[in-house]
């Protein structure tokens, strides 16, 4: 289950956690984003059932999309500890396969 994120303050608090967390910049207009709202529940099925993940609406919040360099969506961001491990960025997310083998990389 995606939460969604609705506030700076809500981003913040979320990207501290210590273990890793998952953000997918999204926005309503974005065609690939509901792309990959078809097929991202069938990828966390596959292996990736205890991920937090959360959204944002990139749109609501340019200014942290900016700061974390989210130029296209979706990307998919992994944070811990407050820090950025990890981008995917939307010109490598438009697969089922792209998106499991990203994840991978930082849950196995």
């Known amino acids: 289950m995606m939460i969604v994120?609705?506030?700076e303050q809500q981003f913040n608090e979320t990207i501290k956690d210590e273990r890793?967390?998952?953000?997918?910049?999204?926005?309503?207009?974005?065609p690939d984003c509901k792309r990959m709202d078809?097929?991202?529940?069938s990828v966390l099925e596959s292996g990736f059932t205890e991920i937090?993940?959360?959204?944002?609406?990139?749109?609501?919040?340019p200014d942290i999309a900016e700061s974390y360099d989210?130029?296209?969506i979706?990307?998919?961001l992994v944070f811990k500890g407050g820090e950025k491990?990890?981008?995917l960025h939307s010109a490598?997310?438009?697969?089922?396969?792209?998106?499991?083998?990203?994840l991978s990389k930082y849950f196995s």
């Open 5 to 7: 994120i609705e506030s």
């Open 20 to 30: 890793p967390v998952v953000v997918k910049f999204f926005a309503g207009w974005c």
């Open 38 to 41: 078809a097929f991202l529940p």
């Open 52 to 61: 937090p993940l959360f959204e944002i609406n990139k749109d609501a919040f």
């Open 70 to 72: 989210v130029m296209g």
């Open 74 to 76: 979706p990307s998919l």
């Open 85 to 87: 491990l990890g981008h």
């Open 92 to 102: 490598n997310a438009k697969t089922p396969e792209q998106v499991s083998e990203f």
